[in-house]
């Protein structure tokens, strides 16, 4: 991987990105005002830069040039938050995700030029309440603000049937991406062995009570999906 993150803020959230973009290859600016946080950094990224932010002079230290995606990932300080995200914007980085926390920040960050903005309260705790009223649903993931992906169970109602008769785009508003299907078998000696392949679904496929479905459609067709 070729890509260049530069992240703002180095608490919990700022050292976990950056962890988790050197362990896929890319090369990482590590940024915070604070030295005892850069200290702690240097050795696990590409680059670690103790400025602050908020100052333009300052921000122009920093090489921006082959970054592709900058994170503000500073929580403990909404006006440092929007100063950096602004200025950011300005020197034109392609992709600049804010974490918000609050939503007047969340709207603050979006009218200054954020492309994604997160908040990590909000966001999870609409995770777990959406776990909660639709245990059906393995796993999810936002697709904007109506649509999601989710992996889900096969709803009773849909077993044994082909996927041209239930129509499910058109009945139910969702489309099945892709099928994670579990085999039984019996090997040479008659130990059980279990598989999983991935089914791309056609008109003819039946679902099996087994099978795992990766849909995607807006995210209450998808909670009403699961009730069938």
């Known amino acids: 991987m070729d890509k260049v993150f530069a992240v703002f803020g180095l608490g919990a959230f700022g050292r976990q990105l950056c962890a988790t973009f ?29 400025i602050d932010s908020t100052d333009e002079e300052s921000l122009d230290q920093v090489p921006l040039e082959d970054v592709e995606t ?8 909404v006006e440092a938050s929007i100063l950096t995200t602004a200025l950011l914007k300005r020197k034109g980085i392609p992709y600049i995700l ?17 492309d994604e903005v997160v908040n990590l309260e909000i966001d999870e705790g609409r995770r ?18 109506t649509l999601s992906l989710a992996e889900l169970k096969v709803p009773n109602g849909l077993l044994g ?21 579990t085999k039984l078998t019996v090997d040479e000696i008659g130990n059980p062995t279990r598989s999983e392949q991935a089914v791309f679904p056609t008109a003819d496929t039946v679902l099996e009570e087994e099978d795992i479905l990766l849909v995607v459609g807006k995210t209450d067709d ?5 009730e069938l």
């Open 128 to 145: 777990i309440a959406q776990r909660l009223v639709a245990p059906e649903i393995i796993d999810r993931t936002t697709l904007g603000e």
């Open 161 to 181: 049937k082909p996927l041209i008769k239930l129509d499910l785009r058109s009945r139910y508003r969702v489309s099945i991406v892709i099928i994670r299907r």
């Open 70 to 77: 900058a994170i503000v990932a500073i929580g403990d300080n």
């Open 98 to 114: 804010s974490r918000a926390i609050s939503e007047l920040h969340m709207q603050v960050l979006r009218q200054i030029g954020a």
């Open 22 to 50: 050197m362990s896929k290859g890319a090369s990482v600016i590590a940024i915070d005002n604070q030295g005892e946080l850069i200290e702690r950094i240097k050795d696990e990224v590409t680059h670690a830069i103790q």
């Open 222 to 226: 998808i909670e009403e999906f699961t």
